[in-house]
């Protein structure tokens, strides 16, 4: 493991908290607001973070649960900047924070995909990242004129959709564009690869109309934990956004993902492992609790049913506020491990279903560091050293109070420990993280 852990955060600017939006510090306009994500990125990026995320879906959600949909859930984003487009904006106003960048596999296809991430990586100048997803809510379904597939299906048609993109990446040898004025050459034509590929779901000649990007190919992200999750991450993730209520659980998940990447051929190393985590630092406890407490009184028992039900994507509004929530063990064709580490949750601590959806308000299904920037950062650093993860992906009630924090006092807390990177030494994202530029199979020598 290596000794320098990796923080990534998300650029959305509604804040982590169902009401962090609401909170007299947070941007007054966030609705389609460049400057805002910008603002954001440019603190993260002070703070020296590696990388910026953005989720992604592709439909208004919600609509049926009216408390919801005016609230405006931070998971649903009913207004929201395509991601690869919003990531290569933010590229020309940032230097090093990685462009984290969701698209799914279930409505794309690979040639064009591919072409969107080699362009951001050439944008952004080797900082690209694909986060990899099937996508969990089915009502996404019916802007693509089809029928939710079941998650079998989704993740084979990934399988094949990340080697599609991954063979067109390689289209091109990185010295194929002489673009020789004395001799008229343009290009090499002896130096592509023509991919040719008929498979299951789809059918691809190649090459991609682009040269090879600075990263080869973008750093791949995954976030399903399901066994299809985990068999795909281990066969082809550079990170995982995992997802675990404790540290013991979080050190199975990196036990059982990486212990499945030999038979791909794979070291563990190559693979980081990037659990959620909800922190709210502040230069006391009492006012970070202060915080949650100000949020927290600004959601009615009505919209908390109603977040938790879409969490757990079961309809708890039936049941009483104040007993337990019903047996949720059962896989569903949604996100297991979103769903099942609530249930465990609630179930180990014995929780109401109030009771539930007030530690989600402020813990979401991550675990909650809350306090001083030394009492977060001793429950960051006993994950990290105890081989739980390779870093965390870290969300904050509310933007951009919460980030500031981070940037001001938990950074410079994690660097004294010397936990954390002083700045950012690599030529591209891959360097930066630890990763391997891949090599270009086609061609040798390789000029990557
Ligand atoms: C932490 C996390 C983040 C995710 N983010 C997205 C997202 O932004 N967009 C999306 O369509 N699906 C997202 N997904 C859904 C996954 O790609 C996948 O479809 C889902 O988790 C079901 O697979 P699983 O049972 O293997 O977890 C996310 C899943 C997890 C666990």
């Not at 390689?170 to 008229?184: E, H, I, L, R, V």
């Not at 090879?212 to 082809?236: D, I």
């Not at 965390?392 to 994690?414: A, I, N, Q």
């Amino acid at each position: 493991m290596d000794n320098r852990m990796i923080l990534v955060t998300g650029v959305y600017p509604v804040g982590g908290h169902l009401a962090g939006w609401r909170h007299p510090t947070a941007y007054p306009d966030i609705v389609m607001n460049l400057d805002a994500m910008i603002d954001l990125a440019r603190t993260a990026e002070r703070g020296k973070l590696q990388a910026l995320f953005l989720a992604d879906g592709n439909a208004v959600r919600q609509m049926d649960k009216t408390a919801l949909f005016e609230a405006s859930a931070p998971s649903d984003r009913p207004a929201s900047f395509e991601p690869t487009t919003l990531m290569a904006a933010i590229s020309q106003h940032t230097e090093h924070i990685g462009l984290f960048a969701t698209a799914t596999t279930t409505y794309e296809q690979p040639y064009l995909l591919a072409r969107k991430f080699s362009s951001l990586d050439h944008l952004s100048g080797g900082r690209a990242i694909w986060n990899v997803v099937t996508t969990s809510y089915p009502g996404d379904a019916v802007n693509f004129g089809g029928a939710f597939p079941e998650k079998t299906d989704r993740y084979k048609r990934a399988r094949e959709f990340v080697e599609v993109c991954k063979g067109l990446w390689d289209s091109w040898a990185a010295d194929a564009f002489p673009q020789d004025k004395t001799t008229g050459q343009f290009l090499d034509s002896g130096r592509v690869h023509t991919l040719d590929h008929h498979g299951e779901s789809f059918t691809v000649r190649g090459p991609l109309n682009l040269a090879r990007s600075p990263q080869g190919y973008p750093v791949l992200f995954m976030a399903g934990q399901s066994e299809s999750g985990r068999e795909l991450a281990a066969q082809h993730a550079d990170c995982l956004f995992s997802v675990a209520q404790t540290k013991e659980e979080s050190i199975e998940v990196v036990r059982d993902i990486k212990g499945r990447m030999a038979k791909y051929g794979r070291e563990p190393h190559e693979l980081k492992i990037i659990p959620g985590v909800r922190v709210n630092v502040a230069q006391s406890r009492a006012e970070a609790l202060a915080l949650y407490r100000e949020l927290n009184a600004l959601v009615s028992p009505a919209l908390g049913v109603q977040y938790l039900s879409s969490m757990v994507k079961e309809d708890l509004a039936p049941y009483p506020l104040d007993g337990p929530l019903p047996d949720l063990s059962a896989e569903v064709n949604g996100i297991t491990s979103r769903r099942q580490s609530v249930w465990e949750m609630a179930s180990r601590e014995n929780l109401t279903i109030r009771q539930t959806y007030q530690r989600l308000l402020a813990a979401d299904d991550t675990p909650p560091f809350t306090g001083t920037e030394a009492e977060v950062a001793d429950e960051l650093e006993d994950w990290f050293r105890s081989g739980a993860c390779d870093g965390f992906m870290l969300s904050v009630p509310t933007l951009p109070l919460g980030l500031e924090r981070v940037v001001d006092l938990l950074v410079p807390e994690l660097q004294r420990r010397g936990i954390f990177h002083d700045d950012y030494s690599g030529a591209t994202l891959r360097e930066e993280l630890g990763l391997r530029v891949p090599s270009n199979p086609h061609f040798t020598p390789q000029m990557v």
